[in-house]
């Protein structure tokens, strides 16, 4: 598989997962990888120093929040011209890099402009997610759907994949109306009123065994009320 690709991954406090992840990505395919580090330590950044051959390290003063490190290491992907695929992952290991290769590939025989990996497909696989969090889970997945119109199942999981147009339109359009998994759903909607092509994968999400997750009922409520937000301004937002 050719090297045109990039992978940003948004990190907080993940020094635990983050050497794993990173070389079960390169069992996989060749790519040039993105972390985009808000931790408030630098343990981090001192396991990405051992590591140098393709690792791009941008570390951040604060937390910022997930959707904006994602835009953050979209923005420096797309300064390179070589790269044509742009992937989003988390670094806890509940998104397979074992997927990746078969992503891809499903990803450009489509001809897609974004490919999810849903949750909420039939031969999809939830392993080890606690009852409060899958309860969150649909509920906001039914409220995306019924508030949004886009169709698709998952409007949630960031274990994306997008071409170089869609990734410009990101951009160039989203992180207005909030910030965390918000801008998930505001992406799906900015891309899908722009006409761009959308799929959807089954993926096997596998809850972290190592960490802490950054989800918290503050982040909960504010994803919410960036649902209800991207609702009232859908019909505004310029694509």
Same mark, same amino acid.
């Given at each position: 598989?050719?090297?045109?690709?990039?992978?940003?991954?948004?990190?907080?406090?993940?020094?635990?997962?983050?050497?794993?992840?990173?070389? &079960?990505?390169?069992?996989?395919?060749?790519?040039?990888?993105?972390?985009?580090?808000?931790?408030?330590?630098?343990?981090? $950044?001192?396991?990405?120093?051992?590591? &140098?051959?393709?690792?791009?390290?941008?570390?951040?003063?604060?937390?910022?929040?997930?959707?904006?490190?994602?835009?953050?290491?979209?923005?420096?992907?797309?300064?390179?011209?070589?790269?044509?695929?742009?992937?989003?992952?988390?670094?806890?290991?509940?998104?397979?890099?074992?997927?990746?290769?078969?992503?891809?590939?499903?990803?450009?025989?489509?001809?897609?402009?974004?490919?999810?990996?849903?949750?909420?497909?039939?031969?999809?696989?939830?392993?080890?997610?606690?009852?409060?969090?899958?309860?969150?889970? $649909?509920?906001?997945?039914?409220?995306?759907?019924?508030?949004?119109?886009?169709? !698709?199942?998952?409007?949630?999981?960031?274990?994306?994949?997008?071409?170089?147009?869609?990734?410009?339109?990101?951009?160039?359009? !989203?992180?207005?109306?909030?910030?965390?998994?918000?801008?998930?759903?505001?992406?799906?909607?900015?891309?899908? $009123?722009?006409?761009?092509?959308?799929?959807?994968?089954?993926?096997?999400?596998?809850?972290?065994?190592?960490?802490?997750?950054?989800?918290?009922?503050?982040?909960?409520?504010?994803?919410?009320?960036?649902?209800?937000?991207?609702?009232?301004?859908?019909?505004?937002?310029? !694509?």
């Amino acid at each position: 598989m050719n090297s045109n690709i990039a992978i940003i991954i948004p990190a907080y406090n993940e020094s635990e997962n983050i050497k794993d992840l990173l070389k &079960k990505i390169r069992q996989n395919i060749k790519s040039q990888i993105i972390v985009v580090d808000d931790s408030n330590n630098n343990l981090t $950044k001192n396991i990405l120093k051992k590591i &140098k051959t393709n690792i791009v390290y941008i570390k951040r003063n604060k937390k910022l929040g997930r959707g904006s490190a994602v835009l953050e290491g979209l923005k420096y992907a797309l300064k390179k011209k070589n790269f044509e695929i742009f992937v989003e992952m988390d670094a806890d290991l509940s998104h397979p890099p074992y997927e990746l290769r078969r992503n891809i590939k499903f990803f450009n025989n489509k001809n897609l402009d974004l490919l999810i990996g849903s949750r909420y497909l039939e031969r999809s696989q939830i392993v080890n997610w606690p009852i409060s969090r899958r309860i969150f889970s $649909k509920l906001a997945n039914f409220l995306a759907r019924f508030l949004l119109k886009v169709p !698709c199942s998952d409007y949630t999981n960031g274990y994306r994949i997008y071409s170089r147009g869609a990734a410009n339109k990101i951009v160039e359009k !989203c992180g207005k109306i909030g910030d965390g998994f918000i801008i998930l759903s505001e992406i799906l909607v900015v891309l899908y $009123k722009s006409n761009f092509k959308i799929g959807e994968i089954n993926t096997k999400f596998v809850n972290r065994s190592r960490g802490e997750s950054s989800a918290n009922l503050r982040l909960i409520i504010a994803s919410l009320i960036g649902l209800i937000k991207i609702y009232l301004k859908r019909n505004s937002i310029k !694509c």
